[in-house]
């Protein structure tokens, strides 16, 4: 998953399983591997606790509602 953050130009995290039956614990170690990459994130999250947690919120460039709006702002905004 490092590598992964590495290469990339820009990532794109599902922040919809936080609170699920399930811990979140990769997806917010990757969020702090593109901050200290510098890498943009673009994150779409349902839940309000993920938008304002101020750990989540330091990482994240875009949040949005859903999938497709987070594919548009990618294709708008991220590849040219």
């Known amino acids: 998953d490092w590598q992964d953050v590495r290469r990339a130009d820009v990532l794109l995290a599902n922040l919809?399983?936080?609170?699920?039956?399930?811990?979140?614990?990769?997806?917010?170690?990757?969020?702090?591997?593109?901050?200290?990459?510098?890498?943009?994130?673009?994150?779409?999250?349902?839940?309000?606790?993920?938008?304002?947690?101020?750990?989540?919120?330091?990482?994240?460039a875009h949040y949005c509602a859903d999938l497709d709006e987070a594919i548009d702002l990618l294709v708008r905004h991220y590849l040219k």
């Open 16 to 60: 919809y399983d936080y609170g699920g039956s399930r811990p979140m614990v990769g997806t917010p170690m990757e969020l702090a591997w593109a901050w200290e990459a510098h890498k943009p994130v673009v994150a779409f999250a349902a839940s309000p606790l993920m938008v304002a947690h101020p750990f989540i919120r330091e990482c994240v």
